[in-house]
């Protein structure tokens, strides 16, 4: 029974997507029809580029202690290019490539290098005196736990590369021969660069300068699904990634955080927020019947529950104290509320396919799309307090504050934010070669972009300037877009 079930649910989608063309329709938040727009573009419309620089982490911010007096802040060398050697004076290696960092640090200096040497675990007085013997004339800092803590040097010599944005281009653990010819032609390229080879990840239609590129990172697999994990003070701390085996997890400037092997079967992501222990995140793939508690924390654990019913969308509900102590789930039997630890609270199987779930303005009630054209606004107990008809084709819906939307299959992934304007609000729809953005008031098109391979999108305010950025997950690349000028190229 459940096979022809499932069969029937992807055979009817299947038909939507085959025969309707991409169209949203968007609701006031009570149910009244605003408009309906298509996410389709004229063919042949010019087109520019949209455009990513090359990925390179960015060096810490960190105080070199110097054996004379005074730090050297890695801060101090903006706009330099920095080569940081550590060594020690028993090291053979070492006393080799020490002279030959003297002399390339002269010939650089009037062009913009700084080398900076730092001694491990040995005395001030023995790196002086050693220093003095080759007669280096290099600032000479000490290794402290501190560093070690973000710099993790274990073989000697180590060289790391700095560019004049801060980021490490090169890192050599240890001696091997050559070495010093590949840093010295690397100096050489870092010391004439400027922004840098870009990428085009996508074609503009319409908009141009209207979303740019705040930061992108590539990842071993294809995204599938995108979630922000918010702070305590209601911003952002967090961007995470699922591809099915993996979640990986960016800072809100792009740095990696974390990678979690959790799967298989997690292919979309959803925030738990206010529990006793703090935020949640669940992951689960559409049709299956498996949930992962996706942990956030090194030393936790990720926890795997089963669904009673093939699940297709879920999202949290809040408790009367508002904390959020439940599930609930849309499976091809119905609507199931359902613990955090999985058991099984309520079930309401007389609306059939439940296809996806958003939350309502009022905070207690939640919007269930149903097969055949309707939308039900549930309580808690799942009661339905309001329905209304959308059109039959409907399987996808994105929920916002100032109202909702509706599309059918043929649409990947939509997202509500004010993205390109403080105080409005706009639409992100994607299809499987387009992402188009839409004023939620009126259904103008704001932003259209030829972007293949779009799976998921999200939405939050990554940087606390009351904008929210547009997170696109396309192939293998999770793109931040933010309006107006670019920031910063942190892509890779």
């Known amino acids: 029974m459940r096979l022809a079930i499932l069969l029937l649910a992807v055979f009817t989608a299947w038909c939507a997507r085959a025969a309707d063309a991409p169209e949203l329709s968007w609701y006031q938040p009570q149910g009244e029809l605003v408009w309906r727009a298509p996410v389709t573009s004229a063919e042949g419309r010019p087109t520019t580029p949209l455009t ?28 330099q290019v920095l080569l940081l050697d550590f060594w020690a ?94 840093i010295a032609d690397l100096v050489d390229i870092l010391l004439a660069e400027d922004a840098g080879e870009r990428q085009s990840i996508a074609e503009i239609e319409a908009g141009g300068g209207t979303l740019q590129v705040r930061w992108s990172r590539r990842v071993p697999e294809r995204v599938l699904g995108l979630t922000v994990v918010p702070d305590e003070d209601g911003g952002a701390q967090a961007v995470l990634a699922a591809t099915g085996w993996d979640v990986f997890g960016f800072d809100t400037a792009g740095d990696a955080l974390m990678r979690r092997l959790v799967g298989p079967g997690v292919d979309r992501l959803r925030i738990v927020g206010r529990t006793a222990g703090g935020f949640e995140v669940f992951g689960f793939r559409p049709v299956g019947t498996r949930l992962v508690r996706v942990p956030l924390d090194d030393d936790a654990e990720v926890v795997k529950l089963e669904a009673s019913s093939n699940v297709l969308d879920l999202t ?74 959308v059109p039959a084709s409907s399987r996808v819906l994105v929920a916002s504050r100032t109202g909702f939307g509706v599309s059918s299959p043929a649409v990947t992934a939509a997202a509500v934010g004010s993205f390109v304007e403080s105080g409005a609000v706009q639409v992100a729809v994607a299809t499987e070669g387009r992402l188009v953005v839409l004023d ?40 931040v877009l933010e309006s107006g000028s670019l920031l910063d190229e942190v892509p890779r």
């Open 316 to 389: 949290a509900q809040a408790s009367r104290n508002e904390m959020q102590d439940s599930l609930l789930l849309a499976t091809l039997k119905g609507l199931e509320r359902v613990g955090l630890a999985g058991e099984t609270l309520d079930r309401r199987s007389d609306t059939g396919p439940v296809w996806q779930l958003g939350a309502a303005t009022e905070a207690d009630q939640t919007l269930a799309l149903l097969d055949e054209g309707k939308l039900l606004w549930v309580d808690r107990d799942l009661v339905t307090l309001r329905e209304i008809a």
């Open 89 to 182: 004076s028993w090291c053979d290696p070492c006393v080799e490539t020490l002279p030959w960092l003297q002399a390339l640090h002269e010939s650089k200096t009037a062009r913009g290098l700084e080398v900076l040497t730092v001694n491990m675990q040995e005395s001030d007085d023995v790196a002086r005196q050693f220093a003095w013997a080759l007669n280096l004339k290099m600032p000479i800092a000490r290794y402290t736990p501190a560093l070690h803590d973000v710099l993790q040097v274990e073989s000697l010599p180590t060289m790391i590369v700095v560019d004049r944005r801060g980021r490490v281009r090169k890192r050599v653990n240890g001696y091997r021969k050559g070495v010093e010819e590949e």
């Open 52 to 79: 990513v620089g090359r990925w390179f982490p960015s060096l810490p911010q960190l105080e070199f202690p110097l054996i004379e007096e005074g730090t050297a802040p890695t801060a101090a060398y903006a706009g």
């Open 440 to 479: 939620a008031d009126s259904g103008l098109e704001r932003f259209t972009a030829q972007w293949p391979k779009i799976a998921a999108l999200a939405t939050a305010d990554l940087d606390g300037d009351d904008l929210d950025e547009l997170i696109v997950g396309s192939g293998k690349r999770v793109t």
